[in-house]
């Protein structure tokens, strides 16, 4: 079973500071959705995170499939990679359907 689970994308969400950029990038998509895309500088400027940690940070994202990032010049942009969240949803969707069943010995 755990072979089938995405160890990656679980492995970068399991960090507050990745969840706190996920959040950011979600909040850009949610507020330009004809262009949720974002560079790095706003990232640290919101977060209030150097350069370097935030390109950490968007390093492991982007390895695990959770985050893109389109290079333009020498400024990199980032936004959400929903096949990375799919595959999240996908592996949890058992453990969802199971938890909703009712257990024979509740009414």
Same mark, same amino acid.
């Given at each position: 079973?755990?072979?089938? $689970?995405?160890?990656?994308?679980?492995?970068?969400?399991?960090?507050?500071?990745?969840?706190?950029?996920?959040?950011?990038?979600?909040?850009?998509? &949610?507020?330009?959705?004809?262009?949720?895309?974002?560079?790095?500088?706003?990232?640290?400027?919101?977060?209030?995170?150097? &350069?370097?940690? /935030?390109?950490?940070?968007?390093?492991?994202? /982007?390895?695990?499939?959770? /985050?893109?990032?389109?290079? +333009?010049?020498?400024? /990199?942009?980032?936004?959400?990679?929903?096949?990375?969240?799919?595959?999240? +949803?996908?592996? $949890?969707?058992?453990? $969802?359907?199971?938890?909703?069943?009712?257990?024979?010995? &509740?009414?």
């Amino acid at each position: 079973m755990t072979a089938d $689970l995405p160890l990656d994308q679980f492995k970068a969400l399991a960090d507050p500071t990745r969840l706190r950029v996920l959040a950011f990038l979600l909040k850009v998509e &949610q507020d330009f959705r004809r262009d949720g895309t974002c560079f790095g500088g706003s990232i640290s400027a919101h977060l209030g995170l150097s &350069q370097p940690t /935030v390109s950490h940070h968007m390093r492991a994202l /982007v390895d695990a499939g959770l /985050v893109r990032a389109t290079k +333009e010049g020498t400024t /990199v942009y980032y936004d959400l990679d929903p096949a990375g969240f799919e595959r999240v +949803e996908r592996a $949890l969707a058992p453990f $969802l359907a199971v938890s909703r069943t009712p257990r024979e010995d &509740q009414p």
